[in-house]
């Protein structure tokens, strides 16, 4: 699949909005992914995760690692097509965390997935939870970011998209006065 066809399938469900978005991280964007419009649908969700597998599948993955709330559907659709285990991490104390009983095991191969990675701050703060040695991929639907991150292990997003964000402080939406929505997880 295609980045071009990913947007297009991301568009076609209504994941892809214009207006003013406070994103998860804080930053201001005109330009919002509403992942879930994707993820309600098992189909769709299984087949993005399906893609983010095949990118992995020759690596051997044991576990599939997502960040509570987004990724955890998409999670679990990369490790059902990988016949891998599917666990998350939750925040506790406003630090992921692997709770409800959740291992990763010695030795066994971690891919992290993440859903939308705008400034990867989720990404970095999920990948300590695998031993160096055992993180062996990161798997996205869509990076939004500016680039240039170093991952720990290779990173494979199914889409790219060239979004801008700004700091709340130099959003050109807020200084005409636009009223903003919130819609991610970390604003809940």
């Known amino acids: 699949m295609t980045s071009e066809e990913v947007i297009e399938l991301l568009t ?12 998860s991280s804080g930053r201001h964007s005109d330009f919002y992914v509403e992942k879930f419009r994707a993820l309600e649908r098992p189909d769709v969700a299984m087949h993005l995760g399906a893609v983010i597998a095949e990118r992995f599948r020759d690596d051997k993955i044991d576990v599939v690692l997502a960040p509570a709330v987004g990724a955890i559907v998409l999670g679990f659709a990369t490790a059902h097509s990988l016949g891998a285990r599917s666990i998350f991490a ?12 959740f291992v990763i095991y ?5 891919l992290v997935v993440e859903d ?5 701050r989720s990404l970095r703060e999920i990948l300590p939870l695998a031993a160096p040695g055992d993180l062996t991929g990161i798997g996205a639907i869509v990076d939004r970011s500016i680039g240039g991150e170093e991952w720990p292990a290779r990173f494979e997003a199914l889409a790219t998209l060239d979004a801008v964000s700004w700091p709340s402080d130099e959003c050109p939406l807020c200084a ?5 929505d919130a819609p991610g997880s970390r604003h809940l």
């Open 116 to 120: 939308i990675i705008t400034t990867g």
């Open 176 to 180: 005409q006065g636009i009223p903003t």
């Open 90 to 101: 939750e925040r506790e104390g406003g630090v992921l965390t692997l709770r409800r009983g």
């Open 12 to 23: 076609e469900v209504g994941a892809i909005s214009m207006g003013h978005f406070v994103l």
């Open 106 to 110: 010695s030795d066994e191969k971690v």
